[in-house]
């Protein structure tokens, strides 16, 4: 579940910022802040002190095997493919714009 929030939040970086990269520590502190918000429905040993940390590497590596996004020694960088998992919202409000 961590890795399809990561890229959600990844993809609204796309479209945002296409081409960046989203530096390693902003990935660390989006997934704190899931675990604050979602921690309690998640198993134990994700909500101890310095868990983001392999929680992140976890999800990078699921993300980067399913060629969404290539990381770099600065960090991430979202590729196309990742769009597909933008929120639907999303995708609905900016049909709506144009």
């Known amino acids: 579940q961590v890795a399809l929030l ?3 939040w990844l993809a609204e970086h796309l479209r945002n910022c296409p081409g960046l990269t989203v530096p390693f520590k902003a990935v ?3 997934v704190t802040n899931l675990i604050r918000v979602h921690g309690s429905k998640w198993r134990k040993a994700v909500r101890e002190p310095g868990a ?3 929680v992140v590497e976890d999800a990078l590596m699921r993300l ?3 060629r969404l996004i ?3 020694a600065n960090g ?3 590729l196309a493919a990742i769009g597909r ?3 639907a919202q999303s ?3 900016k049909g709506k714009q144009e």
């Open 6 to 8: 990561v890229a959600e």
């Open 28 to 30: 660390e502190q989006h």
């Open 52 to 54: 983001e940390t392999w």
């Open 64 to 66: 980067q095997g399913l």
């Open 70 to 72: 290539r990381t770099t």
């Open 76 to 78: 991430v960088v979202p």
């Open 85 to 87: 998992y933008a929120q």
């Open 91 to 93: 995708i609905n409000d």
